[in-house]
C-alpha cells in the first residue's frame, strides 16, 4: 500500500511564531546512536554528567515495587514526596513546586512569567536551556558575556553585568551555580547580594542541580535564604548526585505565592509513580549519595591533575565534570574520542572546549588515555 504525502502544505506555519524560530536543544549523544554510526561496541558515555554509582538499591527496590500499581495514575500532587522534601530541607510543602525533571521548572518558570512585553536574563555559557524556555514565550533574551579569560573565575558568571541589566521589564533573571557546561561558580555572598538587589519585580531563578557536588567545593544553599528573599526560586534535581536521571524528578522551592502560580500550570501527573518512589526512597538514603558525591569530587581532582599534565586548560569546577580546551578545533578530537569509543560533549559557542562528566576511576583512566591519543 502506498503512503499518502501532503505536499507544500507546510503546516508548521500555523505555530506560534517565538516556537518556529527556536533551535531544539540536543542532549549528549546516546550509546546506542554511536554504535550504529561507528559500530563501536565497547563505549562509555561522559556527555551527559549522569551519576556513574547509580541510585542507591533502596531506590532501585522501591520503583521495582511501584511497578505493581503501574496501572494506577500516580498521585497528582506528589503527596508523600513533597512531605518528605518538605521535612528534608525544612521548609513549609506549600514552598515545593514538583516537575518532571528540573528543567520542567524552568519551562513553567518561563511560561507563568514572560510575555513578549517582558524580559529574561541569563549569563553567557549558562544552560542551553535558558533561552530555549525565554524565547518560546517571545520574550526578549538578554544575554550577558561572562567573565574574560583574566579573571580568578574564567568564563563564570559576571554578576554585576547581570545586575546591572536589569530593568523594569526583567521578570526572570537565570543563574546556575555551579554553572553547566562550564563548571565554575560564584561565591555565596555574592549571589546573595545579587538575590537582595535584584528587587521585588524580579525573580532570581537560582539553579542548584549541581548543589551536592559544589557544596563540597563552597557553593551556596540557596533554600536557606528564603526566608528574606520571596524574589528567590530555587531548582534542584534528582538527576545528579541522587543518580536517578532515567527517572526524571526535580523541584523548585519558592515563596509560597510563586508555588501556587507554578502548581497552577504544572501538569497534574507530571511526576510518575516510579519516579516519585525513587526519589522517596533516594531521601532516606543520604548515605549513598554522599558516598557517591565525594568519590566523583575525589575522581574530579585526580583528572584535572592528569589533564594539567597534558598542557591543557580546564575551567574551574565545582560539579562532576569538567570543561576543557583543546587548543584546536574540539569537533576534530571529539570525533577521535568517539571512534575511541568514548563520549564526550561539545559546547557551543566555546569551538575549542568539550565537556567531561566524571565517570568510575577505571571509566577516567579510559577517557584520559583516549584524550591523550585524540591530541598526539
Not at 27 to 39: A, F, N, V
Not at 339 to 367: E, T, Y
Amino acid at each position: 500500500m502506498s503512503k499518502t504525502v501532503v505536499k507544500d502544505a507546510h503546516p508548521s506555519r500555523l505555530a506560534v511564531p517565538a516556537v518556529r524560530q527556536l533551535a531544539p536543544y540536543i542532549p549528549g549523544k546516546p550509546i546506542g546512536e554511536l554504535t550504529r554510526e561507528y559500530g563501536v561496541q565497547d563505549i562509555i558515555k561522559l556527555a551527559s554528567n549522569e551519576n556513574p554509582y547509580g541510585p542507591s538499591s533502596g531506590s532501585l527496590a522501591a520503583m521495582r515495587q511501584a511497578l505493581d500499581g503501574l496501572w494506577l495514575y500516580p498521585d497528582g500532587s506528589s503527596h508523600d514526596l513533597k512531605a518528605a522534601l518538605a521535612e528534608h530541607l525544612s521548609v513549609d510543602p506549600a514552598c515545593i513546586t514538583l516537575g518532571n525533571g528540573s528543567n520542567d521548572l524552568l519551562v513553567l518558570l518561563a511560561e507563568s512569567f514572560l510575555t513578549p512585553a517582558t524580559n529574561a536574563i541569563y549569563s553567557q555559557h549558562g544552560f542551553a536551556i535558558y533561552p530555549l524556555v525565554i524565547r518560546a514565550t517571545g520574550a526578549r533574551v538578554i544575554e550577558v558575556p561572562a567573565l574574560g579569560d583574566d579573571s580568578s573565575m574564567p568564563l563564570g558568571h559576571d554578576l554585576d553585568a547581570m545586575l546591572a541589566s536589569i530593568d523594569a521589564q526583567t521578570r526572570l533573571v537565570f543563574i546556575a551555580n555551579p554553572n553547566n557546561p562550564t563548571g565554575t561558580w560564584a561565591q555565596p555572598d555574592a549571589v546573595r547580594e545579587f538575590v537582595r538587589r535584584a528587587g521585588p519585580d524580579t525573580l532570581v531563578v537560582l539553579d542548584e542541580a549541581y548543589f551536592e557536588y559544589g557544596r563540597l567545593r563552597g557553593t551556596q544553599d540557596g533554600i536557606a535564604w528564603l526566608t528574606d528573599s520571596p524574589n528567590l526560586v530555587v531548582t534542584r534535581t534528582f538527576s545528579k548526585a541522587y543518580g536517578l536521571a532515567g527517572a526524571r524528578v526535580g523541584y523548585a522551592v519558592s515563596h509560597p505565592d510563586v508555588a501556587d502560580v507554578l502548581n497552577r500550570l504544572r501538569a497534574p501527573f507530571n511526576v510518575n509513580s516510579i519516579a516519585q518512589a525513587g526519589a522517596l526512597a533516594a531521601l532516606a538514603d543520604a548515605a549513598h549519595m554522599q558516598r557517591s558525591t565525594e568519590a566523583t569530587m575525589r575522581e574530579l581532582a585526580r583528572v584535572e591533575a592528569a589533564i594539567k599534565t597534558m598542557n591543557l586548560w580546564s575551567a574551574p569546577s565545582a560539579t562532576n565534570f569538567l570543561l576543557l580546551r583543546t587548543g584546536v578545533a574540539a569537533s576534530q578530537i571529539y570525533d577521535r574520542l568517539l571512534r575511541d569509543g568514548v563520549i564526550v560533549r561539545p559546547i557551543g559557542g566555546l569551538p575549542d572546549a568539550l565537556r567531561i562528566s566524571i565517570g568510575m576511576p577505571a571509566q577516567n583512566d579510559r577517557m584520559l588515555a583516549a584524550l591523550k591519543r585524540a591530541m598526539s
